[in-house]
């Protein structure tokens, strides 16, 4: 019976589990994390529902991975290791990457067709490249080729100080800062961000927040019915544009800017792209510099599955 290789992406609702052959993934499943009491028990039903042989497997996970600790999900009763699936799932080599490394490690194999270009910079082979994901929270990764090989750097980038650049900006982190000790940039270019951008304008306008989530206030913004989610939308796109201008300054990712998360691709179509550009590449004395580096859309549905599909065909050679 042939043996195959298995990619999974775990998020704190849904598990997705597919095949990959090379950085190409097939049979993909869905399933609900609660439906299971483990991962394990999760792979265990992918495998034997598909009658399968696993070699080996590459699973991403939204959090911090060790291949060698225990990962605890925050959101499930769930905590495994590398080694825990070898042994349940008969499994001969199990990798554990972070989510966001699954996706940089997607970015190479990603075609037109799975994006949509944003800039008309034509970028350059064999340079960096950058990967940032406003949605729950705001994942950042880079990818760095070498030799025919690539290596995701991966941190915490989310995390570091929102740095505003207009006086509106210094208005909405004035608010912030009267409901936290710290200002992140995540603090704003996230689903809550966005809320968070949102209260922050009602109070300097003295007028009542409605209680709006996220997909409320883009809502208000496709459909042009709400200023005040208009006006939030619009300056948190400002921000995300000037912050991935501030990603090609700290590593010129030449070889590209990738937008990846839940949030743009919703909204993209009405988005004001020669403005972002402009708000991208407004550097002062650096606007050329940073122009260099085109800018991407992701709206390939399964950048992880595909990235560690990638990333296990990578670790074999």
Known sequence: MQRNHLVADVGGTNIRIALANQSEIKHIQTFECAEFPSLEAAINHYIKENKLIIDKACICIAGAVNDNEDVKMTNLDWRFSAHSIEQHCNINTVHLINDYHAIAMSLPYLTPSQLIKMSGAKGQDNAPKMVCGPGTGLGIAQ????????????????????APTTERQIQVLNYLFSQHERVSIERLLSGQGIVNIYQALAAQAKQPAQNYNAKDITEGFIQKSDPLCIESTELFLDILAQFLGDLVLMNGAFGGVYIAGGIMPRIIKHVNVEKFNQC?????????????????????????????AAYLYQSID
Request: glycine residues 12%; proline residues 8%.
């Open 143 to 162: 990818l760095v080729p070498i030799k025919d090989h690539y290596h995701c750097i991966s941190g915490e980038g989310g995390h570091i100080a929102f």
């Open 280 to 308: 991208y590449a407004h550097k002062g004395r650096f606007r050329d510099y940073v122009s260099q580096a085109p800018l991407y859309l992701i709206t390939e549905p399964q950048p992880g599955l595909i990235g560690a």
